[in-house]
């Protein structure tokens, strides 16, 4: 079966990709899907995000990377998937998570969203607090993969280089 699991990865963090790992023991395919989102103002472009995500799950055989606009559950009937894969953190991720399932379903009835739990190791992990440490020059070490790693840097350090000049 093909699962699909939508998110904004900017960028993609050791708890994303323990999730993919996990979601390629369950399902025989899983598209890892970018999702192009007009109202956020992500660091790395779509092209970015999917060229570290390339990278990050470039031992995972039966893993994909792909990008979509518009609804997600338009985006699964075009690749002829039914799963929706999300995962859950703490409490505080089960409201909105419940109510993007809940319309999902009602936008599409045949396509369900499947949750997995985080590992505890990266139950505190989010891409927003990763980029917040780099951006304070803290070691992020161990809650990225290495791609992201340096991809983060270099763009933070070039960043820092701009504002100098301005
Ligand atoms: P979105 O902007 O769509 O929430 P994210 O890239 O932040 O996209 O997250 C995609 C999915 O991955 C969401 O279901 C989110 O709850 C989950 N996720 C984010 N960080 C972690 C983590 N550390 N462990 C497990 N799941 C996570």
Request: negative net charge.
């Amino acid at each position: 079966m093909k699962a699909i699991y939508p998110g904004s990865f900017d960028p993609v963090t050791c708890g994303h990709l323990d999730i993919i790992e996990r979601a390629t023991s369950v399902f025989d395919q899983v598209i890892v899907a970018v999702a192009v989102n007009l109202e956020k103002q992500p660091l790395f472009s779509v092209e970015e995000r999917m060229e570290l995500l390339r990278q990050a799950c470039g031992h995972l055989e039966n893993v994909s990377v792909d990008c979509f606009e518009g609804l997600t559950v338009d985006y699964a009937r075009q690749k002829g998937a039914k799963v929706l894969i999300r995962s859950l953190r703490a409490v505080s991720d089960f409201e909105y998570e419940l109510q993007m399932a809940l319309m999902n379903k009602r936008l599409n009835p045949e396509v369900e969203t499947l949750f997995m739990m985080t590992s505890a190791e990266y139950s505190f992990l989010s891409s927003s607090l990763v980029k917040e440490l780099a951006h304070l020059g803290t070691s992020i070490n161990g809650l990225v993969p290495k791609c992201v790693e340096e991809k983060l840097l270099a763009k933070l350090g070039r960043r820092a280089q701009e504002a100098e000049k301005r």
